[in-house]
């Protein structure tokens, strides 16, 4: 489990795509890989979820996990892709105003800082 | 009318639970195809968050054996994890979602929030947690 594709998307940033489903089973190899990119001068991430079946509460503390490693940074972590099932985890935890999403991957460090 | 059909799952956590206990209630979905989207995905977050709470809690990261039944009664969903590991200390009438860069401490909070009911007892050394979700037509 874990070890999922990860792939340059220009200016510096990296975009991670796990799939399945982030429970407590992979949740500590996602926080790793992402940790790892921070720790590997990646510090800006975005997490394509499209291919995520599933998310709880383990999955969502890697992702928060990620996002403080990379604004400890100076970076920062985004997601895109997100199921309905991943919207109403996040909504319901209010996690949804902290992991924010991008319409894509490519999009997601356009704009202004 | 009560219905009688109910599924079980009795089984010794490792690895697998999560997956087994998605796949229990996708079964379930199967009997009963008139449960709506939406309640099947507030069950299954809240049946994944206590599944996940006794493998990592009730066993200490030890296998303890878990047993999930689940039903569709009264035109909501009824589903009762029971286990033989250490007592749960929660509270649930006090649960409350951490601070939103908290990287644990979600899991009770998020089934509550899903279900019309969410109940937890121990009794003797059994460990049982009860979640039954909202009614629908």
Same mark, same amino acid.
């Given at each position: 489990?874990?070890?999922?594709?990860?792939?340059?998307?220009?200016?510096?940033?990296?975009?991670?795509?796990?799939?399945?489903?982030?429970?407590?089973?992979?949740?500590?190899?996602?926080?790793?890989?992402?940790?790892?990119?921070?720790?590997?001068?990646?510090?800006?991430?975005?997490?394509?979820?499209?291919?995520?079946?599933?998310?709880?509460?383990?999955?969502?503390?890697?992702?928060?996990?990620?996002?403080?490693?990379?604004?400890?940074?100076?970076?920062?972590?985004?997601?895109?892709?997100?199921?309905?099932?991943?919207?109403?985890?996040?909504?319901?935890?209010?996690?949804?105003?902290?992991?924010?999403?991008?319409?894509?991957?490519?999009?997601?460090?356009?704009?202004?800082? | 009318?009560? $219905?009688?059909?109910? #599924?079980?799952?009795?089984?010794?956590?490792?690895?697998?639970?999560?997956?087994?206990?998605?796949?229990?209630?996708?079964? #379930?979905?199967?009997?009963?195809?008139?449960?709506?989207?939406?309640?099947?995905? $507030?069950?299954?977050?809240?049946?994944?968050?206590?599944?996940?709470?006794?493998?990592?809690?009730?066993?200490?990261?030890?296998?303890?054996?878990? $047993?999930?039944?689940?039903?569709?009664?009264?035109?909501?969903?009824?589903?009762?994890?029971?286990?033989?590991?250490?007592?749960?200390?929660?509270?649930?009438?006090?649960?409350?979602?951490?601070?939103?860069?908290?990287?644990?401490?979600?899991?009770?909070?998020?089934?509550?929030?899903?279900?019309?009911?969410?109940?937890?007892?121990?009794?003797?050394?059994?460990?049982?947690?009860?979640?039954?979700?909202?009614?629908?037509?």
């Amino acid at each position: 489990m874990g070890d999922w594709p990860a792939e340059p998307i220009g200016d510096g940033a990296v975009v991670l795509r796990p799939d399945g489903r982030l429970n407590l089973a992979v949740a500590a190899d996602l926080r790793d890989q992402l940790r790892g990119l921070v720790q590997g001068g990646h510090c800006r991430i975005v997490v394509d979820l499209s291919g995520v079946e599933s998310i709880d509460s383990s999955g969502l503390g890697a992702l928060v996990s990620g996002l403080k490693a990379a604004r400890q940074s100076g970076g920062d972590l985004l997601i895109t892709g997100p199921s309905a099932q991943v919207v109403a985890v996040l909504e319901l935890t209010n996690l949804d105003k902290v992991l924010k999403a991008s319409p894509t991957a490519e999009e997601a460090f356009d704009g202004p800082d | 009318m009560v $219905r009688t059909d109910r #599924l079980v799952l009795d089984t010794v956590t490792g690895p697998a639970t999560l997956d087994d206990i998605q796949d229990s209630l996708m079964s #379930l979905w199967a009997m009963n195809p008139e449960v709506p989207e939406l309640i099947r995905c $507030r069950v299954a977050i809240a049946a994944a968050e206590v599944g996940a709470n006794i493998i990592e809690h009730a066993g200490l990261g030890v296998p303890v054996r878990m $047993r999930m039944e689940s039903a569709v009664r009264a035109h909501s969903v009824r589903v009762t994890f029971t286990d033989e590991g250490v007592a749960a200390e929660v509270d649930l009438t006090r649960l409350a979602m951490p601070a939103e860069l908290a990287e644990r401490g979600r899991g009770l909070a998020l089934a509550r929030a899903v279900l019309a009911e969410f109940g937890y007892r121990r009794t003797g050394v059994v460990d049982e947690w009860t979640l039954v979700s909202d009614r629908f037509c």
